[in-house]
């Protein structure tokens, strides 16, 4: 894992410091999903372990969630309760919102949208919220927190987050120490409601500052950022293609990290993880072409192991699946979720 140079001493002491311490949608929409074609039809969960396969399963019972910007197609078309319905059957135990209505077909309540998850086994874990905008109404965390913290408390959301980067004030240390303090903010704010503050990753934020390539960008974050307020949410697709592109300094020397040391080395900062898979192409900017979990080359198998196997930490996280740009959506999220469950522990 990366360090934070020397240069920066007390940048240094911090990261060692802390390091330590959709409505109902009838006829219509089932008529829509019957002709979404075999491979989104409905199925029954995911099936047992082919023979042969022993072990304790990898992922651990009651924790495997799917971010729904993943069905954003599917929810537009058919409305929440069809797709929730199907994740249902594929054995899916929690969700991840990107907003609350996904384009959904026909409007709906956050009570009833928490009902209806509840109704198909489906426990509302946490949401992706703006982080702040140029316009004084927009729903973001530095425009309208109190609105944001109160829908969150509606849908009984344990996790309240941000995919955006902490890029408001550049790409300076300074300028992520001050988007630091506003997240330490946003943390206190959700604390105070019962709920963690947490943040999603792309992969510029494994960069270097502009200000001192030295440093690499997540290490500020990570250090300037209270353990008890603020959260991570490693998205481990765009932490491999971050390995991809900044392993190297701007100079060209090496600065190797292996996203997974991040968390063996502070487990407790990373209670959800966003588990996408790519195709390793070197002829791609960021190294891979994604895929549906199981396609690609990501080894989930030694992530999720890795860190389910740290004392007290098997069910102390959740795992969401996600595509961005799934080319059919409810295959994805089916077959995604079969492997996983596959998965067992080595013998």
């Keep these: ?31 829509l999903l019957g002709a979404a074609g075999p491979a989104s039809a409905a199925t029954t969960a995911p099936a047992p372990a082919p023979a ?12 495997l969630g799917i971010q729904l910007y993943s069905l954003r197609d599917k929810v537009g078309t ?15 135990d929690e969700i991840e919102f990107a907003g609350y209505t996904q384009g959904s077909a026909g409007p709906i309540t956050l009570p009833r949208l928490r009902r209806l998850a509840g109704e198909h086994g489906l426990t509302p874990i946490g949401s992706h919220v703006g982080y702040y905008s140029d316009d004084p109404n927009a729903y973001t965390f530095a425009q309208n927190l109190e609105k944001v913290l109160d829908d969150a408390q509606a849908l009984g959301l344990k996790h309240i987050g941000t995919a955006s980067g902490p890029f408001r004030y550049g790409s300076t240390v300074d300028g992520w120490k001050r988007a630091a303090e ?30 001192n390539p030295k440093i690499r960008l997540y290490d500020v974050l990570l250090a300037e950022t209270d353990p008890d307020l603020v959260y991570l949410e490693m998205d481990i697709y765009w932490a491999y293609a971050g390995q ?12 190797p990290f292996d996203p997974l040391d991040y968390v063996l080395a502070r487990p ?22 994604m895929t549906d979990v199981g396609d690609g080359d990501i080894d989930y198998q030694r992530f999720i192991s890795a860190v389910t196997h740290l004392r007290g930490q098997r069910q102390a996280h959740h795992w969401q699946t996600e595509h961005d740009s799934p080319p059919d959506s409810l295959s994805f999220a089916r077959r995604s979720s079969a492997y996983l469950h596959s998965l067992r522990e080595k013998c």
Excluded: C, W
């Excluded at 105070?192 to 200000?211: C, L, T, V, W």
């Design 1 to 31: 894992m990366s360090r934070i140079s020397h240069n920066d001493p007390e940048l240094t002491h911090r990261l060692t410091r802390r390091g330590m311490l959709g409505v109902a949608a009838g006829a219509t929409a089932a008529a």
């Design 52 to 63: 042969g396969r022993r072990g304790r399963p990898v992922l651990p019972p009651g924790r």
């Design 78 to 92: 058919l409305g929440f309760a069809p797709v929730f319905a199907e994740l249902e059957k594929y054995g899916y």
């Design 182 to 211: 506003e997240f330490n903010t946003y943390g206190a704010a959700a604390r105070a409601r019962g709920m963690k503050f947490y943040q999603h990753n792309h992969s510029d934020e494994f960069a270097f500052a502009a200000d």
């Design 244 to 255: 991809f592109r900044f392993s190297k300094r701007p100079d060209g020397t090496p600065a």
């Design 268 to 289: 407790h900062r990373y209670p959800l993880f966003h588990v996408k898979d790519g195709v390793s192409d070197p002829t791609n900017e960021f190294g891979y072409r």
